[in-house]
């Protein structure tokens, strides 16, 4: 079966960096993408990126340019999304999502277990 | 960017009542739109893709219809456990965007 699981919760200053991770499993990692989402406490979803692991393409989010980076390593099948210069803002729960079939890019298939971030001083 | 627009924000209905709600995308996007469930403290899950098509194992009282830019997802019979907030997305171009989420409560 098709599982996504996620790194740790983190806590992070202002101003630093998180390294997330989203290691897949059942089923043939380089024939999805997969897409990054994340939920303020109380709040909406966001989407941010996806991610090619076939060809390593992304697509990110115009407000995340230049802060986040998405990547995949085959040899173990894992996708990490990078953010950097965190803000109290960037206070949420992280996703990792595949896609759902080959025609549906950057929808959620299947999700992780999702990860906290909390930026705090 | 494209916007998309969830109607009700949230809504109260009895068990075994029909529940629709729309999204409404501000510019076209053919079918290229899901919906998901998240129920309280848990994990989003697709309900329907293709604007139409269910996915896998979930109940055929979840449906979805529509095109373009107006869209509607219908739960022909309410039931206790689909206390959730859904959310449309788009997904024919970047960015992605999710509607702002309707919750349904009992």
Redesign the interface.
């Known amino acids: 079966q098709v599982q996504l699981v996620q790194s740790g919760a983190e806590v992070k200053k202002p101003g630093a960096s998180v390294r997330v991770s989203c290691k897949a499993s059942g089923y043939t990692f380089t024939s999805y993408g997969i897409?990054w989402?994340r939920q303020a406490p109380g709040q909406?979803?966001?989407?941010m990126g996806?991610i090619s692991p076939y060809n390593a393409n992304t697509?990110?989010?115009?407000k995340f340019l230049g802060r986040v980076t998405m990547t995949t390593d085959t040899s173990t099948s894992t996708a990490y999304m990078e953010l950097r210069s965190l803000r109290s803002d960037d206070t949420a729960v992280y996703?990792c999502?595949r896609d759902?079939?080959n025609?549906?890019?950057?929808?959620?298939?299947y999700?992780?277990?999702?990860t906290l971030v909390s930026v705090s001083s | 960017d494209i916007q998309m627009t969830q109607s009700p924000s949230s809504l109260s209905a009895s068990v075994g009542d029909r529940v629709t709600i729309t999204c409404r995308a501000s510019q076209g996007i053919s079918d290229y739109l899901a919906w998901y469930q998240q129920q309280p403290g848990k994990v989003p899950k697709l309900l329907i893709y293709a604007a139409s098509t269910l996915q896998s194992g979930v109940p055929s009282r979840f449906s979805g219809s529509g095109s373009g830019t107006d869209f509607t997802l219908t739960i022909s019979s309410l039931q206790p456990e689909d206390v959730a907030t859904y959310y449309c997305q788009k997904y024919d171009s970047v960015p992605r965007t999710f509607g702002q989420g309707t919750k349904v409560e009992i």
Do not use: C, I, R
């Not at chain 1, 025609?103 to 298939?109: F, R």
């Open positions: 897409s989402v909406g979803l966001e989407w996806w697509d990110y989010v115009q996703y999502a759902a079939s025609l549906a890019a950057g929808t959620g298939g999700w992780g277990q999702g």
